[in-house]
Nanobody
Framework: QVQLVESGGGSVQAGGSLRLSCAAS????????MGWFRQAPGKEREFVAV????????DYAGSVKGRFTISRDNAKNRVYLQMNSLKPEDTAVYYC??????????????????RGKGTLVTVSS
């Protein structure tokens, strides 16, 4: 059974940091391109960051570029999202997801093969 389980969410003040983790099981993790997405209250889910299978390439949404860093440890079957300089507008449920298909599919929630249930991040001003 495939599982993606996010952890590390919580409440933090603006300017603070959090590190999200996503543990994968039931898949050959190193063959999956992985992404982080988020959904704020009353808004549509949006792409946050992606990372290639090997970890050699990453990309970010403009709203988080320079503040967030995606990384992965294929030996531990985990993908991470380091979030610095958090803003109230970063408040959302954060999800990890993965696809074994094309890297470009990683930008689209609907194209992912597997998705986690999310972890809540709340940033107060």
């Amino acid at each position: 059974q495939v599982q993606l389980v996010e952890s590390g969410g919580g409440s933090v003040q603006a300017g603070g940091s959090l590190r999200l983790s996503c543990a994968a099981s039931g898949i050959t993790f190193s063959t999956y391109n992985m992404g982080w997405f988020r959904q704020a209250p009353g808004k549509e889910r949006e792409f946050v960051a992606v990372i290639r299978r090997s970890g050699g390439s990453t990309d970010y949404a403009g709203s988080v570029k320079g503040r967030f860093t995606i990384s992965r440890d294929n030996a531990k079957n985990r993908v991470y999202l380091q979030m610095n300089s958090l803003k109230p507008e970063d408040t959302a449920v954060y999800y990890c997801a993965g696809t074994s298909t094309y890297y470009l599919n990683t930008y689209y929630w609907g194209a992912m093969d597997y998705r986690g249930k999310g972890t809540l991040v709340t940033v107060s001003s």
